[in-house]
Nanobody
Framework: QVQLVESGEGLVQAGGSLRLSCAAS????????MAWFRQAPGKEREFVAH????????LHEDSVKGRFIISRDNAKKTVYLQMNSLKPEDTAVYYC????????????????WGQGTQVTVSS
């Protein structure tokens, strides 16, 4: 059974940094594009970033562009989200997802989802 397990939750002050990890139990990790989504309190889950099968192409949502960096290590079957210059509005539950190689914010196109990890940014 495929499992995606996020880690790296924490409480961080505004301006600080945090690195999230998502370890995937998938036979061929490179078959999937990987993405991060987040859900803030009282809001719908939204797209954050996507990385292609070999890490050669990335797409970041405008709100995090220049602050967050998505990457992957296929040997470790792990996708990362390095978050810098964190803002209180970044507070959310962050989810990793496995799906298309082509970047997309359409959640229905992602086949596998992690359970989420809480990120809280204080002012």
């Amino acid at each position: 059974q495929v499992q995606l397990v996020e880690s790296g939750e924490g409480l961080v002050q505004a301006g600080g940094s945090l690195r999230l990890s998502c370890a995937a139990s998938i036979g061929t990790f490179s078959n999937y594009g990987m993405a991060w989504f987040r859900q803030a309190p009282g809001k719908e889950r939204e797209f954050v970033a996507h990385v292609s099968w070999n890490g050669g192409s990335t797409l970041h949502e405008d709100s995090v562009k220049g602050r967050f960096i998505i990457s992957r290590d296929n040997a470790k079957k792990t996708v990362y989200l390095q978050m810098n210059s964190l803002k209180p509005e970044d507070t959310a539950v962050y989810y990793c997802a496995a799906g298309p190689h082509i970047p997309t914010a359409r959640q229905d196109l992602y086949r596998y989802w992690g359970q989420g990890t809480q990120v809280t940014v204080s002012s």
